[in-house]
């Protein structure tokens, strides 16, 4: 088997925000302070999120060594810097916060640290939150309206309520330009600015109109003021109150979070090969994103055969497009269905749909023909 993450360059900083809710995780895997957890590393919010679960240990693990250096460039900051630096140059104080809290640490850090980094903030001036290459391409959209829907769609943040909310969305944005162009913009022609075109192999359906469903679903679910992941979404990193940002880069964590960074290790590799690894099977619990979106069916229902021979296992991951695990989903046995979790409050938008497994130690090893690695590189 062989997802189509192999096809794709590994030179830049695709995500710079894990898109997977955090609360989500937590509820699907039921962390335990014993558990050994696997986390991909995507932006390395998860990861971090997950050291503050006081589990045994986190490893966070991803195909792409570029999102890995961004997760140790976090803990060198919240290791050796207070946490208003943090802050700074994630870019929720503005891109003058990110030049002058840069210039000041920047002759403080190693040489080959300092250069890298100086390069890459140079490139994404708004901060490292705002540096993914799907970040950017989700951040251009909300230019491409007119002033007016622009309007409209920051007024969505002063509705009390959901009542409210509803009745403004539809009166202002539903069955506007802004649907329309919000469809389009994330059709999968141009979503492929954010996301290498590769991805969408084996996608059932169109982005930009799931994802706008997705989007009226929780304007009439949940009041979107208090939604980190929407108002990034739209707005980008600047003026978002303190208590919806990830528990990981708030100021009340820090101290605890330095503290617990013993506990982290890093790999670069293939996830569903490390868990069959030696070293893996230590793992418990495993938060996977959305590795299998860029695989065949058939190939996803290898890969869980694959993994019921290592030992007991519970692992979360993410559906965007396709409907991994659906029973009968590419031969799927329906003992092997995995539990749809329902989203946690202020989860994304636009990926809803998390499945966990509870995986018991097989009694015989299976034999799974074609069977291969997959990708860990992150995925929204």
């Known amino acids: ?48 999120n997950a050291l503050l679960s006081e589990v045994r240990r986190v490893t966070a693990i991803d195909l792409n060594p570029v999102q890995n250096a961004l997760l140790e460039f976090k803990v060198y900051l919240i290791r050796h810097f207070p946490h208003a630096v943090l802050r700074a140059l994630l870019g929720l104080d503005g891109p003058t916060a990110v030049a002058r809290t840069w210039a000041y ?37 909300l230019p491409t309206l007119p002033a007016s829907l622009q309007q409209h769609v920051r007024a969505l943040l002063r509705c009390a309520t959901v009542e409210a909310q509803r009745a403004y969305f539809a009166a202002h944005l539903h069955g506007t330009a802004f649907q329309s162009q919000f469809e389009t913009y994330f059709d999968e022609a141009n979503l492929s600015r954010g996301r290498d075109p590769r991805l969408f192999r084996y996608a059932e359906e169109s982005g930009g109109a799931a994802f706008y469903q997705r989007l009226r679903r929780q304007v009439a679910t949940e009041v979107l003021a208090d939604n980190f992941f929407f108002r990034f979404f ?34 670069s590799g293939e996830a569903v090969a490390y868990l069959l690894s030696p070293a893996g099977r230590a793992i418990t619990k495993a938060s996977l994103s959305n590795i299998f979106e860029y ?5 996803f229902a290898d890969a869980l055969r ?34 749809p979790v329902a989203p946690s409050p202020n989860a994304c938008f636009y990926l809803p749909d998390a499945r966990a497994l509870e995986l018991a130690a097989a009694s015989v090893l299976a034999t799974v023909g074609g069977y291969s690695a997959f990708t860990s590189l992150s995925a929204l």
Not at 123 to 134: M, T
Not at 313 to 331: A, E, F, I
């Open 1 to 48: 088997m062989h997802s189509e993450f192999h096809h794709v360059a590994l030179d830049q900083i695709r995500y710079s925000v894990v898109w997977e809710s955090h609360a989500t995780l937590e509820a699907a895997l039921q962390l335990q302070p014993t558990d050994e957890v696997l986390v991909i590393t995507s932006a390395g919010c998860n990861a971090l």
């Open 105 to 141: 640490i920047a002759p403080q850090l190693p040489t080959d640290l300092r250069r890298y980094w100086d390069a890459q903030l140079a490139q994404h001036p708004q901060g490292l939150l705002s540096a993914g290459k799907l970040e950017m391409y989700l951040h251009g959209f």
């Open 234 to 267: 739209f707005f980008g990193p600047e003026h978002l109150p303190e208590h919806i940002l990830p528990i990981c880069y708030q100021e009340k964590s820090f101290t605890r979070l330095r503290a617990r960074l013993p506990y982290l290790q890093l790999q």
């Open 295 to 299: 695989v065949s069916p058939v190939e």
């Open 306 to 339: 694959a993994l019921r021979t290592r030992g007991k296992l519970r692992l979360v991951y993410w559906n965007l497009l396709q409907t991994q695990g659906d029973p009968g989903h590419g031969g799927l046995p329906l003992e092997a269905s995995p539990e």
